[in-house]
């Protein structure tokens, strides 16, 4: 019942800059972690940067510096701030979320549909 919308995906030339949002709707009680992960064609999905609850970050190395992952709680949106992008940046980014449904309970994870994000040369 729980959905993650994805959106800010599209095409951009190389050295632009793209914001992914992701917005978690339906009975929530509370979310911890958050982040992104990407997946080229034929590769691994694999973390591109999380945060917490407590707002402590983390970053693949192939974007550090590049971009900034940031959380609005009140709208359990998280968002991925990509400068500076590359054409190894092509992929289908998609979100996850940790998400408890009541006081006390376990977090489960969920994940978004998949914004495709293109970079040309």
């Known amino acids: 019942q729980v959905q993650l919308v994805e959106s800010g995906g599209g095409l951009v030339q190389a050295g632009g800059s793209l914001r992914l949002s992701c917005a978690a709707s339906?009975?929530?009680?509370?979310?911890?972690?958050m982040g992104w992960y990407r997946q080229a064609p034929g590769k691994q999905r694999v973390l591109v940067a999380g945060?917490?609850?407590?707002?402590?970050?983390n970053y693949a190395d192939s974007v550090k510096g590049r971009c900034i992952i940031s959380r609005d709680n009140a709208k359990n949106t998280v968002y991925l701030q990509m400068n500076s992008l590359e054409p190894e940046d092509t992929a289908v980014y998609y979100c996850?979320?940790?998400?408890?449904?009541?006081?006390?309970?376990?977090?489960?994870?969920?994940w978004g549909q998949g914004t495709q994000v293109t970079v040309s040369s």
């Open positions: 339906g009975s929530i009680f509370s979310i911890n972690v």
């Open positions: 996850y979320v940790h998400v408890r449904y009541y006081s006390g309970g376990p977090y489960s994870g969920i």
């Open positions: 945060i917490g609850s407590s707002g402590s970050t």
